[in-house]
């Protein structure tokens, strides 16, 4: 059974850091590309990052850019957020996604390239 765990979100100053973190169960981990994805509250999802299954490349959505680092550990089954810099406008509910089809990656994220979601974590930025 596939099972994707987020952790790490919470209250934060405008200005400060957090990392989140997706623990992966139940398939290869290293088989498939990952993303994240937010749900600002009365929105609908936001696409916010991917990578590849080594890790290699990365994709950020603009919103983020220089800001957060997506990045992964496949001998710890664990994708992580790096989120700098935040604002009162990076607050939301953070899900990671595991990709639908095996050692396939495209910059060009897609909502069906995902077939599983995690039950995310929530992120609060204060002004």
């Known amino acids: 059974e596939v099972q994707l765990v987020e952790s790490g979100g919470g209250l934060v100053q405008t200005g400060g850091s957090l990392r989140l973190s997706c623990a992966a169960s139940?398939?290869?981990?290293?088989?498939?590309?990952m993303s994240w994805v937010r749900q600002a509250p009365g929105k609908g999802l936001e696409w916010v990052s991917s990578?590849?299954?080594?890790?290699?490349?990365?994709s950020l959505a603009n919103s983020v850019k220089g800001r957060f680092t997506i990045s992964r550990d496949n001998d710890r089954n664990t994708l992580y957020l790096q989120m700098n810099s935040l604002t009162p406008e990076d607050t939301a509910v953070y899900y990671c996604?595991?990709?639908?089809?095996?050692?396939?990656?495209?910059?060009?994220?897609?909502?069906?390239?995902?077939?599983?979601r995690g039950q995310g974590t929530e992120l609060t930025v204060s002004s």
């Open positions: 996604e595991k990709w639908r089809s095996p050692l396939y990656y495209t910059g060009d994220y897609q909502p069906a390239s995902s077939d599983y």
């Open positions: 139940g398939f290869t981990f290293g088989d498939y590309a």
């Open positions: 990578i590849n299954p080594s890790g290699k490349y990365r």
